[in-house]
């Protein structure tokens, strides 16, 4: 017997969220993803690597970006 048609779609989302994750990991580079009008959703673990600070605290304070832009970027940046 098959599962039912949503469990199924949860499944998959959770494969490929897990796949991508497994990526973004080894890319050597940090992948993130933020909606245009909305917080922060993922950053990959090589930020702190990279910037110093800890996935936490990019995702766990809104606008942490911002405050960590360089003052010569930030004018062109924002």
């Known amino acids: ?7 199924r779609a ?7 969220e ?10 050597g580079t940090v992948a993130y993803l933020m909606p245009v009008d909305g ?5 990959g673990p090589g930020i702190e690597d990279l910037l ?3 996935v936490e605290e990019w995702l766990s304070r809104p606008g942490f ?3 960590v832009l360089h003052p010569e970027d ?3 940046v924002l």
């Open 65 to 67: 970006w911002r405050e």
């Open 10 to 16: 949860i499944e998959d989302v959770a494969r490929i």
């Open 74 to 76: 930030r004018d062109r």
């Open 52 to 54: 110093g600070y800890p």
């Open 1 to 7: 017997m098959q599962g039912h048609p949503l469990d």
């Open 39 to 43: 917080p922060l959703r993922y950053i």
């Open 18 to 27: 897990t796949a991508y994750r497994d990526l973004a990991a080894r890319l």
